[in-house]
């Protein structure tokens, strides 16, 4: 068999994984460039003074993440229509030559800019890697590889939450810390780009549906009801993910009163190992489960939506309870919960678009899911400034998950197996 097996293929060869293992570090960069900045709080604006306003910095993570919905759509198109490996490639070098340059703002003017041209840059890498994984494993091993991957995203968010000790640190600092990570990953681009490579797709078939144009994409996809619904799913759990991926070091630095070190790890640690190990273990049970059940998937993905709900509320309460150990006990049940979710939403798309379409439909999601995890950052931020409890608040994100958890429930795969 070709090692570069395309879809009718049941089993993958070497190469597939070896995309599995080149992706992983891409992806733990792409995390760790914009998690750091969430554990050097403190730091960033004790330097850059005219940040000022907690409400500016939510409006600052908002920009990045509107900036990336709106073109995430972009680079999905452009990676089914033309090349994954460039689209993936180009994205890698470009943010992380930004990231380099966000060590030497020096206003928050600065930072709002460098922080939009990340999001500018990232928007292109997911949509591609996931499609591109998804173009080599076929049915069988789907979602481990997927799940895969996306321990990379875990990996990068562990690492971000160290930044704190970083930005702390007299000989690196904040600044040294974003300009060592740009270079990492400018290098990086160089041997990536020699050794990874597109599927290599059989003929068109006669009467086989040409490669759509843009708004023929967007048709396609608006027009299919499981679609629009694995859209919503995916939105309302990140809205509380972007909050306790962008706040929670601030969260439990202010509400326990503990050093920005030691916040920014326990925000991301713990949650963050509990989801790789969710990710592999819900990867493998959803691969299990749909050589029995043509809907393995959406029920494995349901389960960790269970899961996030009580972990949200949980969250919320043990900051009025202060309590240190129920707010790290829930932020592992969501890391859980968020495994099992987070690796199973590009297989679920395969079920229910066409091969064409699936960089394109994950950009959409990425559109919709971010543009809203924009407006939380900045609301959550906003809400903050006027009193408003953080139990409130999460309680809020934990009844729009159980919304969530029964959208997930009416999708219908298109067949059981799909390429």
Request: charged share 10%; aromatic share 14%; hydrophobic share 50%.
């Given at each position: 068999?070709?090692?570069?097996?395309?879809?009718?293929?049941?089993?993958?060869?070497?190469?597939?994984?070896?995309?599995?293992?080149?992706?992983?570090?891409?992806?733990?960069?792409?995390?760790?460039?914009?998690?750091?900045?969430?554990?050097?709080?403190?730091?960033?604006?004790?330097?850059?003074?005219?940040?000022?306003?907690?409400?500016?910095?939510?409006?600052?993570?908002?920009?990045?993440?509107?900036?990336?919905?709106?073109?995430?759509?972009?680079?999905?198109?452009?990676?089914?229509?033309?090349?994954?490996?460039?689209?993936?490639?180009?994205?890698?070098?470009?943010?992380?030559?930004?990231?380099?340059?966000?060590?030497?703002?020096?206003?928050?003017?600065?930072?709002?800019?460098?922080?939009?041209?990340?999001?500018?840059?990232?928007?292109?890498?997911?949509?591609?890697?996931?499609?591109?994984?998804?173009?080599?494993?076929?049915?069988?091993?789907?979602?481990?590889?997927?799940?895969?991957?996306?321990?990379?995203i875990y990996f990068g968010v562990i690492l971000g939450g160290f930044g704190g000790y970083a930005a702390e640190s007299p000989t690196l600092g904040w600044r040294g810390a974003f300009n060592f990570t740009g270079l990492a990953g400018v290098l990086y681009a160089v041997p990536l780009f020699l050794l990874l490579r597109d599927v290599k797709r059989p003929p068109a078939a006669v009467g086989a549906p040409a490669k759509a144009s843009p708004l023929g994409s967007l048709r396609e996809l608006l027009g299919n009801s499981s679609f629009i619904l694995l859209v919503l799913y995916f939105t309302l759990p990140a809205l509380a993910g972007w909050v306790v991926r962008d706040w929670m070091p601030a969260i439990l630095q202010k509400s326990f009163n503990i050093s920005q070190g030691i916040a920014g790890v326990s925000a991301t640690l713990y949650w963050q190992a509990a989801a790789i190990v969710a990710a592999l273990g819900g990867g493998w049970w959803a691969d299990r489960w749909m050589r029995r059940n043509e809907r393995g998937r959406i029920y494995v993905s349901a389960t960790g939506m269970l899961l996030i709900i009580p972990a949200l509320f949980g969250v919320g309460n043990s900051t009025g309870l202060n309590?240190?150990?129920?707010?790290?006990?829930?932020?592992?049940?969501?890391?859980?919960?968020?495994?099992?979710?987070?690796?199973?939403?590009?297989?679920?798309?395969?079920?229910?678009?066409?091969?064409?379409?699936?960089?394109?439909?994950?950009?959409?999601?990425?559109?919709?899911?971010?543009?809203?995890?924009?407006?939380?950052?900045?609301?959550?931020?906003?809400?903050?400034?006027?009193?408003?409890?953080?139990?409130?608040?999460?309680?809020?994100?934990?009844?729009?998950?159980?919304?969530?958890?029964?959208?997930?429930?009416?999708?219908?795969?298109?067949?059981?197996?799909?390429?």
């Amino acid at each position: 068999m070709d090692m570069s097996s395309t879809e009718g293929s049941s089993s993958p060869g070497r190469y597939a994984w070896m995309v599995v293992a080149l992706l992983f570090p891409v992806a733990m960069l792409n995390y760790l460039d914009r998690q750091m900045i969430a554990s050097m709080k403190l730091s960033v604006m004790r330097d850059i003074s005219d940040i000022g306003l907690e409400a500016n910095w939510g409006y600052m993570l908002g920009q990045f993440k509107w900036v990336y919905a709106f073109l995430s759509p972009v680079g999905g198109y452009l990676a089914d229509r033309f090349s994954r490996r460039w689209t993936i490639c180009g994205s890698l070098f470009g943010w992380s030559a930004i990231t380099f340059a966000t060590g030497h703002v020096d206003s928050y003017q600065g930072l709002l800019w460098t922080r939009t041209l990340m999001g500018i840059s990232e928007a292109f890498y997911i949509p591609a890697a996931l499609a591109l994984i998804a173009d080599y494993h076929t049915g069988p091993t789907r979602s481990r590889a997927v799940g895969m991957h996306q321990m990379g995203i875990y990996f990068g968010v562990i690492l971000g939450g160290f930044g704190g000790y970083a930005a702390e640190s007299p000989t690196l600092g904040w600044r040294g810390a974003f300009n060592f990570t740009g270079l990492a990953g400018v290098l990086y681009a160089v041997p990536l780009f020699l050794l990874l490579r597109d599927v290599k797709r059989p003929p068109a078939a006669v009467g086989a549906p040409a490669k759509a144009s843009p708004l023929g994409s967007l048709r396609e996809l608006l027009g299919n009801s499981s679609f629009i619904l694995l859209v919503l799913y995916f939105t309302l759990p990140a809205l509380a993910g972007w909050v306790v991926r962008d706040w929670m070091p601030a969260i439990l630095q202010k509400s326990f009163n503990i050093s920005q070190g030691i916040a920014g790890v326990s925000a991301t640690l713990y949650w963050q190992a509990a989801a790789i190990v969710a990710a592999l273990g819900g990867g493998w049970w959803a691969d299990r489960w749909m050589r029995r059940n043509e809907r393995g998937r959406i029920y494995v993905s349901a389960t960790g939506m269970l899961l996030i709900i009580p972990a949200l509320f949980g969250v919320g309460n043990s900051t009025g309870l202060n309590s240190f150990g129920l707010a790290i006990a829930s932020l592992v049940l969501f890391g859980i919960g968020w495994g099992f979710f987070d690796g199973n939403n590009m297989p679920i798309l395969c079920q229910i678009v066409r091969p064409e379409l699936r960089a394109t439909g994950y950009g959409l999601m990425n559109f919709v899911s971010i543009s809203c995890g924009g407006f939380a950052d900045w609301g959550f931020g906003l809400m903050r400034d006027r009193g408003i409890s953080i139990n409130a608040i999460f309680s809020v994100f934990a009844s729009l998950c159980v919304v969530s958890l029964m959208l997930v429930l009416l999708i219908r795969p298109k067949e059981r197996t799909v390429q």
